[in-house]
């Protein structure tokens, strides 16, 4: 367990815009999250991540994940893996992610994969889990912040932070009110986190 004396060493792992890892950077900056942002990776080449984190300094490249689609494997996964320990990094962030992690990461960070997920899990596990919120009319929607395990979008919960759906949602308003909320979540689950507050048993984290 970390303690609030000695920084969480962050690598963030993305392909897109990259406001979760804004806001973790917010946090660190405000002083509200003890953390240190060592690297930041995309498997997207011109991900808007990688723009933000040059702006703020912060160490990034493109991942290749070739000849992988969906997934980090084999190769790909192995140089990663290298990357983060090269930078110090002892936490791994998920931030819009777009691919499965395996068990080699997992292995090489027990317990410090955490994800980002834009739905009330397990709820609407997968891909544009708002759209499928809409779509199956759900009256409630969010998001869910939780360790990474071997499944897909099953690991031990962390934060949850709802949000209403609205009578005219489409699936770009819903998605941006779950994003408020996102900006949130991930930042409390990271400090709660850095201040060894996390307690798992099972399937259950409880928060100390
Ligand atoms: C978020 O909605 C997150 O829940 C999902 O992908 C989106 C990433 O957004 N996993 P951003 O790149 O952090 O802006």
């Known amino acids: ?13 993305g392909s897109g815009s990259g406001s979760n890892m804004q806001s973790l ?3 660190i900056q405000a002083g509200t999250l003890n953390a240190e ?6 498997d997207v080449p011109d991900a808007k991540i990688l723009d933000r984190a040059r702006k703020h300094g912060i160490p990034c490249a493109w991942l290749d994940c070739t000849p992988f689609k969906t997934k980090l494997d084999g190769e790909a996964e192995q140089r990663c893996i290298a990357t983060l320990k090269e930078h110090g990094v002892d936490t791994v962030v998920l931030a819009g992610f ?9 292995k090489a960070f027990p317990r410090r994969v955490l994800n980002i997920h834009p739905a009330l ?3 609407f596990p997968g891909l544009q889990a708002w759209k499928q919120a809409l779509e199956y009319g759900a009256k409630v929607a969010g998001c869910t912040v939780h360790f990474v395990d ?3 979008d099953t690991g031990p919960v962390i934060v949850q932070r709802a949000v209403p759906v609205l009578t005219g949602d489409t699936p770009e308003s819903l998605h941006a009110r779950i994003q408020v909320e996102e900006h949130l979540a991930y930042p409390e689950a990271l400090r709660l986190l850095s201040e060894g507050r996390l307690q798992i048993s099972g399937r259950r984290v409880d928060i100390l």
Do not use: C, F, Q, Y
Request: hydrophobic share 50%; glycine share 8%.
């Open 25 to 27: 950077l917010d946090a």
């Open 150 to 152: 071997e499944g897909t």
């Open 1 to 13: 367990m970390n303690t609030s004396s000695s920084p969480l060493r962050i690598g963030v792992l």
């Open 121 to 123: 899990l397990p709820a």
């Open 98 to 106: 777009m691919r499965i992690v395996k068990p080699g990461l997992l």
């Open 37 to 42: 942002m060592r690297l930041v990776l995309a």
